[in-house]
């Protein structure tokens, strides 16, 4: 019987955790880990170059049923509420490759309350477990996914449709069009394919849509 995922039946709001929430989440995540075991964390996004946690091992996988888009409206670091930016998140359908990092069990409840501060600044992001390949095996690993009942969830755009939204929208981290440009950038140098995010990219800049 496979383990469960997290019980977040005591989330509601679409927006701030108070400390009870925050505190229920954590729960919620330690209950369906076992802790004597090491801890796997899956980066899709930021974390594959920024973790900022303490990691023993760090490797590359492929996680089945998932794939990585721009699929997330920002409401506070590349956008507003009024003005929404677009940001990453691993949706539902396809595959996605990304980094895992092995944390030692110790350490697991300490990343975990890192890691629920870090995503979830709205509920947009779900924790949840997922299944990553690593060459000839698999881990189960910690990792948050976009909420399709939220009110940022995105859904599938087209690239101009995304492109529309990234185009001069700023937030409390910064101009969304740099956050494409840093993702493309590391995206280069961690092997990925980029080939969509240029595309994205001269789209944004006004360029040729015809591609």
Request: charged content about 25%.
């Amino acid at each position: 019987m496979s383990r469960p995922q997290p019980d977040l039946s005591h989330l509601t709001d679409q927006y701030d955790l108070t400390d009870e929430e925050f505190a229920k989440t954590l729960d919620a995540v330690m209950a369906s880990h076992t802790r004597r075991d090491d801890l796997w964390v899956f980066g899709y996004g930021s974390l594959m170059w920024r973790p900022d946690f303490p990691h023993l091992e760090r490797q590359f996988g492929v996680v089945h049923g998932f794939h990585r888009a721009f699929c997330v409206y920002s409401h506070v670091h590349r956008g507003t509420r009024a003005r929404p930016g677009l940001v990453l998140g691993l949706d539902i359908g396809g595959s996605c490759k990304g980094v895992a990092y092995r944390v030692r069990a110790a350490d697991a409840e300490n990343v975990v309350e890192y890691l629920i501060q870090r995503e979830m600044v709205t509920r947009v992001y779900t924790p949840r477990w997922v299944t990553v390949r690593l060459g000839d095996r698999t881990v189960r690993a910690h990792t948050y996914t976009a909420a399709h009942n939220h009110v940022q969830y995105a859904g599938k755009l087209t690239p101009e449709q995304a492109a529309d939204c990234i185009r001069n929208n700023n937030g409390r981290s910064g101009n969304n069009s740099e956050y494409l440009r840093n993702t493309v950038t590391h995206f280069e140098e961690l092997g990925i394919d980029t080939a969509p995010l240029l595309h994205l990219e001269r789209l944004v800049a006004g360029g040729n849509r015809d591609l």
